[in-house]
């Protein structure tokens, strides 16, 4: 059974950064794409940041120019680096990952950006 384990997230300042993180219990490149997904309160969930196998990321526009996903194959770790959040950036953070039609979820970290 896939775990995808997140961390990295907490209370930030407008204006501020956070990293989250995402390990995988099993070699990332098993994963046709990994990303992460918020839902905020009363929202749908949406899409933030995907990369696949090959190393093609994609962003959704609320975050292009800010956000930024990476990855640690030896670390089977998906990063999300967030810099220049907003209130409007709150939210669940949650890390997925899909071999085929398998989608797999994390647990989900939650994001706070307040002054």
């Known amino acids: 059974q896939v775990q995808l384990v997140e961390s990295g997230g907490g209370l930030v300042q407008p204006g501020g950064s956070l990293r989250l993180s995402c390990v995988a219990s099993e070699n990332i490149f098993n994963f046709n794409i990994m990303g992460w997904y918020r839902q905020a309160p009363g929202k749908q969930s949406e899409l933030v940041a995907t990369i696949n196998v090959g190393g093609i990321t994609n962003y959704a526009d609320s975050v292009k120019g800010r956000f930024t996903i990476y990855r640690d194959c030896a670390e089977k770790t998906v990063w999300l680096q967030m810099n220049s959040l907003s209130p409007e950036d709150t939210a669940v953070y949650y890390c997925?990952?899909?071999?085929?039609?398998?989608?797999?979820w994390g647990q989900g970290t939650q994001v706070t950006v307040s002054s």
């Open positions: 997925n990952a899909q071999i085929g039609r398998q989608n797999y």
